[in-house]
């Protein structure tokens, strides 16, 4: 577990690096740990060395992992999320980040309601256009974003994207960039604050934040290769030996 101490502290290096090379607030960049597939004493770890957020995948996982650990850490939704989830994800997360849908927006919107709270969310965007990835094609979000903008329950803050996977992290700049023109662009077009940029992963988050980056989703790095679905679900359920 010392491990894990010590790959924050390179990452947050990094992290440091990368905004005083581009000349942004360390203040403005925020590291969520994803931590979906790794073991709750591997988070409790992470917290010991200081990290307080934390990024899951899977809600069936997040309800059983996030009892064990202690209630003030800050939890984020990272994955795809199913429409019959939603009612059991939103007291969960305090930011989801792949409102993927238009659809998947107003059956949150209708559930949040219902809950009587008001989720904050961030738009997913298929920045590259791949046919094999969800998320928002830009015109089309350009399109229906006052659509979404009239959700009353949902709080927009900002647009996530996973770009095209490379060998290098500089090939992610140019969606990195493009993600971050687009979010300028919607406000000013609808006149809203997007404060929110939620792009890079272990292998180019640094390039990520001199892009814009508000929010850099690191996993790897931090806790190293994902846990087996068969162990993860024996050491979470406490039938490990």
């Known amino acids: 577990m010392e491990q894990i101490a010590e790959n924050l502290e390179s990452v947050r290096a990094k992290i440091a690096d990368a905004a005083k090379k581009s000349g942004r607030s360390l203040a403005d960049i925020e590291l969520v740990a994803i931590s979906k597939t790794h073991e709750a ?3 409790r770890a992470a ?4 990290q307080q957020v934390f990024g899951e ?9 996030i009892p064990l650990l202690p209630s003030g850490v800050r939890w984020h939704f990272v994955g795809r999320l199913q429409k019959n989830k939603i009612r059991q994800a939103l007291p969960l997360f305090e930011l989801f980040h ?3 849908s238009i659809e998947l927006a107003r059956e949150m919107n209708r559930i949040a309601e219902e809950e009587g709270v008001h989720p904050r969310v961030l738009l997913e965007v298929n920045v590259a256009g791949e046919g ?8 089309f979000l350009r399109a229906e974003m006052e659509t979404l ?4 329950r949902l709080s927009i803050e900002g647009l996530m994207a996973i770009p095209p996977l490379a060998p290098e992290a500089e090939a992610s700049r140019k969606y990195f960039s493009a993600l971050r023109d687009a979010r ?3 406000a000013a077009q609808f006149q809203v604050k997007l404060q929110q940029l939620s792009m890079g992963m272990s292998g180019d988050f640094a390039v990520a934040i001199e892009e814009g980056a508000t929010l850099v989703r690191v996993g790897t790095a931090i806790f190293g290769k994902r846990t ?3 162990l993860r679900q024996e050491t979470i359920t406490g039938s490990a030996d």
């Open 41 to 43: 004493e591997k988070v």
């Open 47 to 50: 917290l010991d060395a200081g």
């Open 57 to 65: 995948s899977r809600v069936q996982e997040a309800r059983a992992k």
């Open 98 to 100: 792949s409102v993927d």
């Open 132 to 139: 094999s990835k969800i998320g928002f094609a830009l015109d």
């Open 149 to 152: 903008l009239a959700l009353p």
């Open 184 to 186: 300028d662009q919607f």
């Open 228 to 230: 087996p679905a068969r």
